[in-house]
């Protein structure tokens, strides 16, 4: 079983993990989630959990006493992977999520003002993930990011496993377009080597699109998978 401990000072923002699937899911306890108040930890008569930083500059930091205990409380024994979520953290990528899948017990650090006292990330910390290069006010929403994106990797979560298999990034490239009932809607017609039922065709048709999209959204992407086509191309002819 997979259990997820986040801390956070907004614990009202993990409401959303309610719905849809993953609701569900937690419902049914195919996994966990136990959000825990780090404001519940401090020590300060106010429940204080940010101060002024030292050198001066715009904003409050985090104090590192709420947030080191609330670790030490909620992981005495070190059994989680330790996340912070922060934009100086490497970016969350497809192999990122299935590494981390991996995991039994992942603990999640949520920031807020500008950030967190720098020694509770060398203390405490494994690793830190930034969810893209645009900073946001907390670390929330990247936590539900990450606890989303990992869950799908958890068997019973999803309807099936094998929508895992046709995703996109999957194989360094992109998804195909899906197209459902009418077959015709507003004077577009559903590509008839969709209809016809010929496997064969099909899938030649969906591996087209895939190449396609990644080449006009992905350039990086794209480049990727030729270099990778290339080097099995080579391992074919020996
Ligand atoms: N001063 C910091 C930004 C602080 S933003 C800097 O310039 O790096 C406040 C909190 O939001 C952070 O502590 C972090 O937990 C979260 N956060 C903001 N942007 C994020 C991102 N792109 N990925 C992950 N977490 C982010």
């Known amino acids: 079983m997979k259990k997820f401990d986040v801390l956070t000072i907004f614990t009202e923002q993990f409401e959303l993990l309610k ?14 989630v136990a959000v825990h108040d780090i404001r519940d930890y401090s020590l300060n008569k106010h429940k204080k959990c940010d101060d002024a930083p030292f050198g001066g500059g715009a ?11 609330a670790i030490l409380a909620v992981d005495s024994e070190h059994a989680c992977r330790r996340i912070y979520m922060s934009p100086r953290g490497r970016v969350l990528d497809h192999e990122t999520v299935k590494r981390l899948a991996e ?5 999640i650090l949520c ?21 893209g290069d645009y900073v946001l006010t907390g670390g929330e929403l990247p936590a539900l990011v990450l606890i989303n994106a990992v869950s799908r990797y958890i068997p ?7 929508s895992l298999n046709e995703e996109s990034f999957t194989d360094g490239l992109l998804e195909y377009p899906h197209y459902t009932r009418p077959q015709s809607f507003e004077g ?30 992905r350039k990086d992407l794209y480049r990727k998978y030729l270099r990778k086509l290339k080097i099995n191309e080579k391992k074919e002819i020996k």
């Open 156 to 162: 019973g979560v999803l309807g099936s496993m094998e």
């Open 103 to 107: 995991e039994e017990r992942i603990l």
């Open 188 to 217: 577009l017609s559903v590509p008839e080597v969709l209809v016809n039922g010929n496997h064969k065709e099909i899938n030649k048709f969906r591996a087209e699109r895939m190449i396609e999209i990644t080449r006009k959204n």
């Open 59 to 69: 904003g409050m930091v985090m104090t590192p006493q709420p947030i080191h205990d």
């Open 19 to 32: 719905s849809s699937v993953i609701g569900k899911a937690l419902k049914e306890k195919v996994f966990e």
């Open 111 to 131: 920031g807020n003002y500008e950030g967190i006292d720098q020694r509770v990330i060398d203390l405490d910390i494994d690793e830190e993930i930034s969810i």
